[in-house]
């Protein structure tokens, strides 16, 4: 049913944040009148709508991205990760291939290596805070890493299997 409504979507030409929004919220609207949603339906579907503009602004902004590398994050899209960054974050998931050959993970071991490795990125946006000078947005950037590899996670998951 969905790819029918986007698909119906297209075809009437409606902007493409509305078929984002629908995606993302279940919720339809042609730009008509909401006020008789309920605010918190109308609070999601205006939040979808804000973020497929950040999304597509952190494009058009944000410069050349890894091959490969895809998301719609648009914390992560504006962010300055580049081919080498990938290149590193892909050696590191290939000495771990080649360790895990040795004897497969078992969930509860691969639950702590993502949690030691969430600990890492919390802690470095931590410190970052504090090494920039502003040691007041420590917590709020610990709190930021942690919601974005949990929405990246989510993402990659998604995404289905790396090619």
């Known amino acids: 049913m969905e790819a029918d409504v986007l698909d119906t979507l297209r075809r009437a030409g409606a902007p493409p944040e509305f078929a984002y929004a629908y995606k993302k919220t279940g919720l339809l609207s042609l730009g008509g009148d909401m006020s008789l949603w309920p605010k918190d339906r109308r609070k999601e579907w205006e939040a979808a709508v804000a973020e497929y503009h950040l999304i597509e602004r952190a494009r058009a902004e944000g410069g050349p991205k890894p091959k490969g590398w895809n998301t719609e994050i648009p914390e992560l899209l504006i962010s300055d990760f580049s ?81």
């Open 83 to 163: 081919e080498e960054d990938f290149a590193h974050v892909r050696a590191c998931l290939k000495a771990m291939a080649s360790v895990e050959e040795s004897r497969p993970m078992k969930l509860a071991a691969r639950i702590e290596l993502a949690a030691a490795a969430m600990t890492t990125a919390c802690e470095h946006a931590f410190e970052s805070a504090h090494a920039a000078g502003s040691p007041e947005r420590a917590e709020y950037l610990y709190d930021k890493a942690e919601e974005l590899v949990v929405r990246r996670a989510r993402e990659l998951y998604a995404q289905g299997p790396a090619q």
